[in-house]
């Protein structure tokens, strides 16, 4: 199997309740290719930090702009 053929997908998720019966839900998802030299183990890895780090750095965003 080469490179092009071997797909990486991670989706995360994340419910902010704003209160009042009311939230906010961010779901982030990327598909990629497992790059030259990498397994797939390597490939997941690199894939989920890269959303569990967008995903972190939005709702951190969100919570300085709720907070207000």
Known sequence: MNNEETKITVSLGYTKNLGNFESLRF?????DNRREGENINDAFE???KFVEDKLTDKV?????ETSK
């Open 46 to 48: 690199r894939v989920y």
């Open 27 to 31: 779901d982030l998802g990327i598909t």
């Open 60 to 64: 951190l965003e969100t919570n300085k």
